[in-house]
């Protein structure tokens, strides 16, 4: 009896967190598919279409063009999310001064909310009002279309994504290195290794589990992005920065065509789900390198 009960209480630890995820992730997941089987407007009796919404989709040029765009997007961003919050990380470990402030004012924008960084950012780079154009035309040149121009919106909203995400990762990738032994940077310092034959040799095939981390929560993060770019661009122009959630949204509540939408989402769920599985691959599910 008393070995069934030490059997037992890991999984009534776990029950409490399971009920929850229940309740709160696996049956909204659920319903949410059985929802895009159907046509429904939120009010009325749903409607049986069966695969219908899914095949629509192949035809949406709407849908088609907030998915690539989302895809782009998500190209572009996870990459320089990574590579600016290891580059804050390794800065941040060496012994410099006021490194605990410095990873204060990095790590600030993200207990900022999303929508007050898009309204903010809109402000400093508006094209007749901002800040940022005012300094650039003070020094004689044309001000730039930060916003209003589809491509550069792209590569802006990009930025200013990466400048609000890359404080947190920052924090988790300080902690994976601070797990790397100093013993390994002695060994490699006395072999004559400089700083980037210790950065590919040492530093990211030791740091490979959180770098894992990092890619896989920063993709789910930029690919549900939504707030920071409706306060920002508002999904302009002219649809440009229009993405996946920004479209599900509309369809589904501006539109009142929620199995359409959720149609949507479940899609938007098999990419987020194959792209952590390329990651885990990828990274071979973020084991150390054996050597």
Do not use: C
């Not at 749903?46 to 895809?71: I, P």
């Not at 490194?99 to 004012?105: C, D, E, K, M, N």
């Not at 509540?253 to 149609?263: I, K």
Request: aromatic residues 14%; proline residues 4%; without cysteine.
């Amino acid at each position: 009896m008393k070995n069934l009960q030490m059997r037992m209480f890991p999984y009534l630890m776990l029950l409490p967190m399971m009920i929850i995820f229940t309740l709160y992730l696996f049956w909204p997941a659920l319903n949410g598919v059985w929802i895009s089987l159907h046509s429904w407007d939120g009010l009325n009796p749903m409607a049986f279409l069966g695969l219908t919404n899914y095949t629509q989709l192949l035809d949406d040029r709407n849908f088609t063009r907030a998915f690539s765009g989302t895809m782009i997007f998500t190209a572009i961003t996870v990459p320089s999310i990574y590579v600016t919050s290891l580059a804050l990380a390794i800065m941040l470990t060496r012994k410099i001064k006021a490194a605990g402030l410095f990873r204060a004012i990095f790590y600030w924008p993200t207990m900022v909310s999303s929508i007050i960084v898009g309204l903010s950012w809109r402000f400093l780079l508006g094209e007749s009002f901002g800040l940022v154009n005012f300094v650039i035309t003070s020094f004689g040149f044309e001000p730039v279309r930060w916003v209003t121009n589809a491509n550069m919106a792209l590569f802006t909203i990009a930025f200013v994504t990466t400048w609000s995400l890359a404080g947190y990762y920052m924090v988790m990738l300080i902690a994976g290195l601070k797990s790397i032994s100093e013993t390994y940077y002695e060994a490699a310092e006395i072999d004559g290794a400089n700083f980037w034959q210790q950065f590919f040799f040492i530093t990211l095939p030791l740091l490979r589990p959180m770098s894992l981390l990092v890619l896989v929560l920063s993709t789910v993060t930029v690919v549900r992005s939504f707030p920071l770019i409706l306060a920002l661009t508002g999904g302009g122009p002219a649809g440009a920065t229009r993405f996946m959630v920004q479209q599900i949204h509309e369809t589904g509540f501006s539109r009142l065509q929620m199995g359409y939408a959720s149609a949507m989402a479940v899609v938007l769920f098999g990419v987020l789900a194959i792209l952590t599985i390329v990651q885990f691959r990828l990274n071979r599910g973020g084991e150390q390198d054996a050597n």
